[in-house]
């Protein structure tokens, strides 16, 4: 089976817009064994995009579209896929209702806009939306079964998880069985976690190990393919184990899972509270622990001290700052050892650093960032020892803020693992 | 005149890479008049490429294709389009030179498989590669002009700059001129912005308006084409001020323009200080504030108040948790009003809501949040006033304290510009 990818939108004809959809639908197909023609990109023109309708049904067992389901005159998809199937719209009360609904929940009238959400081509099928008013349309044409999402990058991804993929299992190859997992690791550049996986890459092995590099996350994916699912699964597991060995401690989790989510769950496994103190990240770091659902369990809260006097507010000794400047080892020391004192955490974690564009200098250039920690025993009512570790960090302000609060939370990973901070801890945004 | 734009690789097929240069091209020929029909991606397939430049050049009189110029076995498109022209390829002496000289300069020797990047369809024109080794080609077929360029983004845009686009502006003069713009308005739902647009986003308007939503943002993105570059910018203007006095104070901004970026330009034109208390959103109110370079000029800093403790520290009485709730209007208020005072802020915001997906319950659901302000005018010693909103935010955790946070900018940016709050601020996270 073969597909076509088409997505609908003036802004993305005009390159206001980077169409990012087609690349997520053609990886998940092809998680399935089912291979992608082409992508097509069309304007908002009812005309434009029936002819690119009927040209991949023709060419195609198999026609994903995203975009143009909206409430406003330029959404025209659903116009163009009745045109191309030769029939009219018709009102599907359901959802009439469910938009409704959705509204209801929100305590707003429907606008008499949305009405149009709730039409479909005649002998197609709507396809329920969880995120948002446009529900989807499943169709047939030219022997080809074509699948119609809203634009909207998470309400594709939603509603492409939920009902669409679950209905194409059914296509998929079934000569061989695929597994895929990803491993994922922080603090080791592209190029050196390459390296320790020699011979693992090979482009001729099965399974096949590949990396990807994504916000200083390298994340390593195994692809696995036998005959068998016995073997396919005893396979994959083997070189994931194989991989974990060769990576150590710069490995977090599996799959989906963040660092902060592993960092929230050994907190939670030994009873321990933990505090943060942060400075060029603004909030960053604890905006990224608090992602985890069920992170007040481990989470006290922290202190913005983005100027002086919150950081002397904070318990630090303005004579400190003086002396050794705000970016440094003493300053994010005092920064952690504060903010634990402070709200009797068993853990702190501070950050100063900067972000740049402007505010760096010979000395401390755009990059420069300490991370600072103060621990105890969980319960200990002993005083806190600290540690610290500068980063020299490049790429632009949002890179070197996020690799910053990243680097604070493994560093705190590795701490309660035991292992030495400077091996592993990241130094460059980009490797 | 108008173009297609095609990117070939086996990588973009599959979803592996997204293709960027398709949006970048098209943006360029857009300021040149040039309008794209549409875009397309093929995977390294001689014969599929053959196709879709048979076809590109069948409907538009300008085809620009990136990719699969390469050395290596699976670079077609040179060959692909040598079979669309019916011609065979021939070697260019002068591009043999110009690859060799190219690896010299990095001292290595030219491989035997470069020299394949130095072939064309006869009757075609080699373009020089500044960048890396493989040439581009000019061609026509079927009346349209044909330009490949590579596909490594760098070594597109320097060769679309150096030689593409100089020949393009030929085209240009006599033509039509399209000029785009986007308004950025944050706090009504994408129908309601339709609904105050009526009229203005008729399909057959020019300029043509249209509305495309992201994390809670409705952009408003206007296209303007005349024949002549005073009259498309006058047209682009006066309808850019249309659709400004139908958003009002929903309008934060142009182009990439943030709501966070419009609120540190507010404060610091007035000069005031903000601070932030924050608990469901765990620091990304600062997180937000501080992602503009500068920010230091307005923002003091803040307190991650994830913890009834770490409220408690801040000034907020057990008592009033205790009797209204944590997620209530009082906390909301105090909360906003202990962090101005602590600091000596002239505004500061707080945020106090459930974020779920766990913590919901019949009278206070997941989405239920509230957002508070307390301040007073800019050196004032007077005391602080304090208002608060309540939202109902839809939508996943990540979506809600998305939605909070901003709404918690925008109500402060109301706040500067005297406008009342309850008018405006989001209670949706999507519609």
Known sequence: MHAVILSIGDELVLGQTVDTNSAFLSAELATLGIGTLYHQTVADDQLAI?????????????????GGLGP????????????????????????????????DRIGRP??????????????????????????GICAE??????????GVPHELFAMFEKSILPQLQQYKASRHVILTAKVNTFGLGESHVAQKLEGLTDRDRN???????????????VRSEFADRATTQQQLDRTIEQVQQRLGAAVFGREDETIQQSLVEMLRQRGMKVATAESCTGGLLGEMITQVSGSSDVYIGGWVTYSNEMKEALGVAAALIERHGVVSQPVVESMASCAALRCGADAA??????????GGSVDKPVGTVWVGLAYRNAGEQAEY????????????????????AKSAVQMLRLRL???????????????
Chains 1, 2 share one sequence.
Do not use: W
């Open 207 to 221: 399974p096949l190990v590949g990396t990807t590099v994504s916000e200083g996350i390298v994340a390593v994916r």
């Open 72 to 103: 406003t005159d330029d959404d025209l998809t659903r116009q163009a896929l009745a045109e191309a199937m030769g029939v009219d719209l018709v009102r599907d009360e359901a959802s009439i209702e469910a938009i409704k609904a959705m509204f």
């Open 349 to 358: 974690l501070a950050i100063t650093g900067v972000a740049g564009p402007q």
């Open 385 to 404: 020892k600290t540690e610290s570790l500068l980063l020299k960090l490049t790429g632009n302000r949002r890179a070197i803020r996020d690799r910053a």
């Open 417 to 431: 693992r035991g292992e030495p901070n400077r091996r592993i801890v990241i130094r460059q945004a980009h490797v």
């Open 110 to 135: 429907m606008s008499k806009r949305n009405e149009i959400q709730a039409m479909h081509p005649r002998s197609s099928q709507m396809i329920s939306n969880d995120c948002g008013t446009a529900p």
């Open 141 to 150: 044409l030219n022997g080809a079964v074509i699948y119609v999402a809203p």
């Open 50 to 66: 029936a002819t690119a309708i009927r040209q991949a049904s023709s060419s195609a067992q198999l026609v994903l579209i995203s």
